[in-house]
């Protein structure tokens, strides 16, 4: 445990006071001249002493309020551990408040350093108490707590102001005290309200990964079937989704919503299912999703909300990587009109959809004309890409190359603020102040021009994030230097005549995020999709059934949220390719054994089946004869029927055969659409064509007439035997009968001769099994 620290000291006269804020400005200034001058390489006694400053590590856990005004009393809470392996003595924790910044680049500045420097960090406030900590043993940490008001802050105008919190104390190898720990933040001072308020507007996005698989229920409702359960829990109480709805209710923002997020949520709401395994399962967060759904209706009433396309396409990735492949633009076109329809279907809002937002707001010439080309007149793009060589901050809208198209420049830095780990609090009240800072100093650097200034956080913000985002805005709340408006009014504010129009060159694409983008294997892949989903939906009596589900997984390929994914990407557009093919080979031709032809024409049968839950149509059955001049079809070298079969059945198409010579003839048997493509797999079977001629016929009905005479006389010569046996029997009878009129007292004998009987034929058992192929079966 940390030792126990104690408060102690009083404030000098204000006279003292105004004293020493006079010699800080005095020497401050040309200090920090010359530190804007000198190279930014450190001297070595400054590198060491950096060294020295970061044996404890000084956290700022709260300050409040975050943006005091006069009467105010300020309150700082943090912690100092001890990161070193030998005990820290007589040490102090002390609060530096630094003179007025004059610039954002100032604050950028302080932002980055990290130990103490001495030639550019404030003296202690001397108004301020001061924390003892006589002993801080090795991996300790303790807690320490100011509470300074305003006026002894030493906040002489409206501004920005460094605060840092340091620890000064001694080492067992140095005797004597230096700063051991430091650090910084800053403190937005507007006591009144500003003349020109910036007009600030902030996106609040809702968008999240793609969760929806091409596949749907058998059922009429065709109830749509989820890779997983995982967008349940980002719309569960606590979770990012809940938190985003749950915050931005109270927040002057412009929604920005992913389309699919919605449609996905509301089929989550009307029932679904979830892939486990093979298995599809009953979904279970109905009414987790019906509950999100209701809270966001709520929410975004009375508010401006923008769509972006369907399953907010990657603009980069299809600039870099797929207009080149055929037929890719056309899923930015259909993404784009599904947008509005679903918004206004599920949320009973008319949103904006002329809108693009490409990846952190990075553009090139390329990017700008993929995002236009579906309809959208309006860029987002980041003061990182498009830069302004100004000394201030300008308007955010301005005509971007020809002027055909606005570009919406947002604030680099204000939009990155908050992108790191803000789970930890000190991350979140250092963000937080920066954020505050920044906005301040834009208005400070014009303060007689009103301008607007769009802050565009990343996508998908974290819950630690969105609630430091939410801490922010409410700091602003007082409207002392900023007011907010909407996206669509800041498109429309009077652009800077000096702000750049220019689209950034396309070498200037950040690298990082090029080899982010989507392969154009990953395009090649969405048009053999889209190529086969062509071929089978003229096929089916009811397409939409298929044509939408798989769209819609087609838009869901293309999306931002697989940047940094390739595997899962690539295992998403396998799967619903899979699920296709699965379904296509559901009408298919059933194989066929060979056949052998006796005669000069038969009939030939070919049996096409169909396994889905609905007809198809506009296919036809062709057989083809490799060899017309020994078979023919119908007459020709091949033949074309029409094939019309209802859901779970088969038909039989029948086809007449013509043979002219014998032997082997392959045929081949092949589904096509109406228009000539082939559908499926072709079928190939061998007819034996065995012509029978008259004269076999003859020979054949002779043997038959020889069998039946040669049966003939073995009747009659069994009949003959048998009377010739009867004859011989009947002699012996007679002569017993005259020994019946012999002497009397003669008895007849009690044992008669035995009769006997025709001669069983051996026919043998019979088999009740079919006979073999090629087998001949005597009747």
Same mark, same amino acid.
């Given at each position: 445990?940390?030792?126990?620290?104690?408060?102690?000291?009083?404030?000098?006269?204000?006279?003292?006071?105004?004293?020493?804020?006079?010699?800080?400005?005095?020497?401050?200034?040309?200090?920090?001249?010359?530190?804007?001058?000198?190279?930014?390489?450190?001297?070595?006694?400054?590198?060491?002493?950096?060294?020295?400053?970061?044996?404890?590590?000084?956290?700022?856990?709260?300050?409040?309020?975050?943006?005091?005004?006069?009467?105010?009393?300020?309150?700082?809470?943090?912690? $100092?551990?001890?990161?070193?392996?030998?005990?820290?003595?007589?040490?102090?924790?002390?609060?530096?408040?630094?003179?007025?910044?004059?610039?954002?680049?100032?604050?950028?500045?302080?932002?980055?350093?990290?130990?103490?420097?001495?030639?550019?960090?404030?003296?202690?406030?001397?108004?301020?108490?001061?924390?003892?900590?006589?002993?801080?043993?090795?991996?300790?940490?303790? =807690?320490?707590?100011?509470?300074?008001?305003?006026?002894?802050?030493? #906040?002489?105008?409206?501004?920005?102001?460094?605060?840092?919190?340091?620890?000064?104390?001694?080492?067992?190898?140095?005797?004597?005290?230096?700063?051991?720990?430091?650090?910084?933040?800053?403190?937005?001072?507007?006591?009144?309200?500003?003349?020109?308020?910036?007009?600030?507007?902030?996106?609040?996005?809702?968008?999240?990964?793609?969760?929806?698989?091409?596949?749907?229920?058998?059922? =009429?409702?065709?109830?749509?079937?989820?890779?997983?359960?995982?967008?349940?829990?980002?719309?569960?109480?606590?979770?990012?989704?809940?938190?985003?709805?749950?915050?931005?209710?109270?927040?002057?923002?412009?929604?920005?919503?992913?389309?699919?997020?919605?449609?996905?949520?509301?089929?989550? &709401?009307?029932?679904?299912? $979830?892939?486990?395994?093979?298995?599809?399962?009953?979904?279970?967060?109905?009414?987790?999703?019906?509950?999100?759904?209701?809270?966001?209706?709520?929410?975004?009433?009375?508010?401006?909300?923008?769509?972006?396309?369907?399953?907010?396409?990657?603009?980069?990735?299809?600039?870099?990587?797929?207009?080149?492949?055929?037929?890719?633009?056309?899923?930015?076109?259909?993404?784009?009109?599904?947008?509005?329809?679903?918004?206004?279907?599920?949320?009973?809002?008319?949103?904006?959809?002329?809108?693009?937002?490409?990846?952190?707001?990075?553009?090139?010439?390329?990017?700008?004309?993929?995002?236009?080309?579906?309809? &959208?007149?309006?860029?987002?793009?980041?003061?990182?890409?498009?830069?302004? =060589?100004?000394?201030?901050?300008?308007?955010?809208?301005?005509?971007?190359?020809?002027?055909?198209?606005?570009?919406?420049?947002? =604030?680099?830095? #204000?939009?990155?603020?908050?992108?790191?780990?803000?789970?930890?609090?000190?991350?979140?009240?250092? &963000?937080?102040?920066?954020?505050?800072?920044?906005?301040?100093?834009?208005?400070?650097?014009?303060?007689?021009?009103?301008?607007?200034?769009?802050?565009?956080?990343?996508?998908?913000?974290?819950?630690?994030?969105?609630?430091?985002?939410?801490?922010?805005?409410?700091?602003?709340?007082?409207?002392?230097?900023?007011?907010?408006?909407?996206?669509?009014?800041?498109?429309?504010?009077?652009?800077?005549?000096?702000?750049?129009?220019?689209?950034?060159?396309?070498?200037?694409?950040?690298?990082?995020?090029?080899?982010?983008?989507?392969?154009?294997?990953?395009?090649?892949?969405?048009?053999?999709?889209?190529?086969?989903?062509?071929?089978?939906? $003229?096929?089916?009596?009811?397409?939409?059934?298929?044509?939408?589900?798989?769209?819609?997984?087609?838009?869901?390929?293309?999306?931002?949220?697989?940047?940094?994914?390739?595997?899962?990407?690539?295992?998403?557009?396998?799967?619903?390719?899979?699920?296709?093919?699965?379904?296509?080979?559901?009408?298919?031709?059933?194989?066929?054994?060979?056949?052998?032809?006796?005669?000069?024409?038969?009939?030939?049968?070919?049996?096409?089946?169909?396994?889905?839950?609905?007809?198809?149509?506009?296919?036809?059955?062709?057989?083809?004869?490799?060899?017309?001049?020994?078979?023919?079809?119908?007459?020709?070298?091949?033949?074309?029927?029409?094939?019309?079969?209802?859901?779970?059945?088969?038909?039989?198409?029948?086809?007449?055969?013509?043979?002219?010579?014998?032997?082997?003839?392959?045929?081949?048997?092949?589904?096509?659409?109406?228009?000539?493509?082939?559908?499926?797999?072709?079928?190939?079977?061998?007819?034996?064509?065995?012509?029978?001629?008259?004269?076999?016929?003859?020979?054949?009905?002779?043997?038959?007439?020889?069998?039946?005479?040669?049966?003939?006389?073995?009747?009659?010569?069994?009949?003959?035997?048998?009377?010739?046996?009867?004859?011989?029997?009947?002699?012996?009878?007679?002569?017993?009968?005259?020994?019946?009129?012999?002497?009397?007292?003669?008895?007849?004998?009690?044992?008669?001769?035995?009769?006997?009987?025709?001669?069983?034929?051996?026919?043998?058992?019979?088999?009740?099994?079919?006979?073999?192929?090629?087998?001949? $079966?005597?009747?």
């Amino acid at each position: 445990m940390a030792e126990a620290a104690d408060i102690q000291g009083t404030g000098p006269s204000p006279a003292r006071r105004w004293l020493r804020r006079t010699i800080t400005v005095a020497v401050g200034a040309p200090l920090l001249a010359g530190l804007l001058q000198a190279p930014s390489t450190a001297s070595p006694a400054v590198a060491a002493a950096d060294a020295v400053s970061k044996t404890v590590d000084v956290s700022l856990d709260t300050l409040a309020p975050s943006a005091p005004v006069e009467g105010d009393t300020v309150t700082i809470t943090g912690t $100092v551990t001890n990161r070193s392996k030998k005990a820290v003595t007589d040490a102090t924790v002390d609060l530096r408040v630094g003179p007025r910044m004059t610039s954002r680049s100032e604050i950028e500045q302080v932002t980055g350093r990290t130990g103490y420097r001495s030639d550019s960090d404030p003296a202690r406030l001397e108004d301020a108490p001061r924390i003892k900590i006589p002993r801080l043993g090795a991996g300790l940490s303790t =807690d320490f707590s100011f509470s300074v008001p305003v006026s002894d802050l030493g #906040l002489d105008e409206a501004g920005v102001y460094q605060l840092g919190v340091s620890l000064t104390g001694q080492t067992p190898d140095q005797g004597y005290d230096r700063v051991l720990g430091i650090e910084r933040t800053f403190l937005p001072y507007q006591p009144e309200a500003a003349k020109k308020k910036t007009q600030l507007t902030y996106l609040w996005p809702l968008i999240s990964s793609a969760h929806v698989s091409a596949e749907t229920a058998t059922d =009429d409702q065709q109830t749509p079937v989820f890779e997983d359960d995982a967008l349940a829990d980002e719309l569960k109480p606590g979770g990012r989704l809940d938190q985003l709805v749950s915050l931005g209710k109270d927040l002057p923002v412009t929604w920005v919503l992913d389309p699919d997020l919605l449609a996905s949520v509301d089929a989550m &709401a009307n029932g679904y299912r $979830v892939k486990d395994g093979t298995l599809h399962v009953p979904g279970k967060n109905k009414a987790v999703a019906e509950q999100w759904l209701n809270a966001l209706e709520r929410a975004i009433q009375g508010r401006k909300v923008v769509a972006l396309p369907f399953a907010d396409p990657d603009l980069a990735s299809l600039a870099h990587h797929g207009k080149d492949v055929p037929g890719s633009l056309g899923h930015l076109q259909s993404a784009t009109d599904l947008a509005g329809v679903t918004v206004e279907t599920v949320l009973h809002v008319q949103p904006s959809t002329d809108f693009a937002w490409p990846v952190d707001g990075a553009v090139d010439p390329s990017i700008v004309a993929v995002a236009t080309s579906a309809g &959208a007149d309006k860029v987002i793009a980041r003061s990182d890409s498009v830069r302004d =060589d100004l000394a201030y901050t300008p308007t955010a809208a301005r005509p971007l190359g020809d002027g055909s198209t606005t570009a919406v420049v947002s =604030d680099a830095i #204000l939009s990155t603020t908050f992108e790191g780990d803000m789970v930890r609090s000190e991350s979140s009240t250092l &963000a937080v102040q920066e954020f505050l800072s920044q906005s301040l100093a834009i208005t400070l650097e014009q303060p007689q021009d009103q301008r607007s200034v769009v802050v565009a956080p990343q996508r998908m913000p974290s819950v630690s994030q969105a609630q430091t985002m939410a801490t922010a805005l409410h700091g602003l709340s007082g409207r002392r230097w900023s007011e907010p408006v909407d996206l669509v009014a800041a498109a429309g504010a009077k652009p800077d005549p000096d702000a750049s129009t220019r689209v950034p060159s396309a070498s200037r694409y950040p690298k990082k995020l090029r080899d982010r983008e989507l392969p154009v294997q990953a395009f090649r892949d969405m048009k053999t999709t889209r190529d086969e989903l062509g071929d089978f939906k $003229v096929i089916l009596e009811l397409p939409g059934r298929v044509v939408t589900p798989f769209g819609n997984a087609i838009n869901r390929e293309m999306s931002v949220s697989w940047r940094g994914e390739p595997r899962a990407a690539a295992i998403y557009r396998t799967n619903v390719l899979d699920y296709l093919q699965t379904l296509t080979k559901g009408v298919q031709l059933v194989d066929k054994s060979d056949l052998t032809l006796s005669g000069r024409s038969a009939t030939i049968p070919v049996t096409v089946q169909n396994k889905l839950l609905q007809g198809v149509d506009h296919l036809v059955l062709r057989l083809t004869s490799t060899n017309k001049n020994r078979l023919t079809v119908n007459g020709e070298g091949f033949a074309e029927l029409p094939v019309k079969i209802n859901g779970g059945h088969s038909q039989s198409v029948k086809f007449t055969a013509s043979a002219n010579v014998n032997g082997q003839v392959p045929m081949i048997a092949q589904l096509y659409t109406e228009d000539g493509t082939p559908y499926g797999q072709p079928m190939t079977f061998t007819v034996k064509v065995s012509e029978i001629t008259p004269t076999v016929m003859l020979v054949i009905a002779g043997g038959v007439l020889l069998l039946v005479l040669a049966g003939v006389r073995m009747y009659s010569q069994r009949k003959r035997v048998a009377a010739r046996n009867a004859e011989a029997e009947a002699e012996p009878a007679e002569a017993d009968e005259a020994d019946e009129d012999g002497p009397a007292g003669d008895e007849p004998s009690g044992d008669e001769p035995e009769q006997p009987s025709d001669p069983t034929p051996d026919t043998g058992p019979e088999s009740g099994d079919p006979s073999g192929p090629g087998e001949k $079966v005597d009747r």
